[in-house]
Nanobody
């Protein structure tokens, strides 16, 4: 069992930066692939970034490549999403997710545990 708590969301202007954190409890964090998804109002929850269990492999959706960086600290049971050069279209609720598997995956159904989400709003 893994419990996830996100933090770090907020209101930022276009071009600004935020760093999201996801603190995990449970013994399986260090062997779980982790990911960030986001859900804009009226839209489906969509993949943003994923990282493998040791952090060696990462995958990003095309729209955030070069602007967002996912990382993890297994000693702290925490995964991060550094978001730079933010755009209004990045506005969404951001969710942290944990997989039962070790390998980075972009597939929604591969993630079994979810946080409650943190709001990110980018003003134009």
């Amino acid at each position: 069992q893994v419990q996830l708590v996100e933090s770090g969301g907020g209101l930022v202007q276009t071009g600004g930066s935020l760093r999201l954190s996801c603190a995990a409890s449970g013994r399986t964090f260090s062997t779980s692939a982790m990911a960030w998804f986001r859900q804009a109002p009226g839209k489906e929850r969509r993949f943003v970034a994923t990282i493998s269990w040791r952090g060696a492999n990462t995958v990003y959706v095309d729209s955030v490549k070069g602007r967002f960086t996912i990382s993890r600290d297994n000693a702290r049971n925490t995964v991060y999403l550094q978001m730079n050069s933010l755009k209004p279209e990045d506005t969404a609720v951001y969710y942290c997710a944990a997989s039962r598997g070790r390998f980075a995956t972009t597939t929604y159904n591969d993630y079994d545990y979810w946080g409650q989400g943190t709001q990110v709003t980018v003003s134009s």
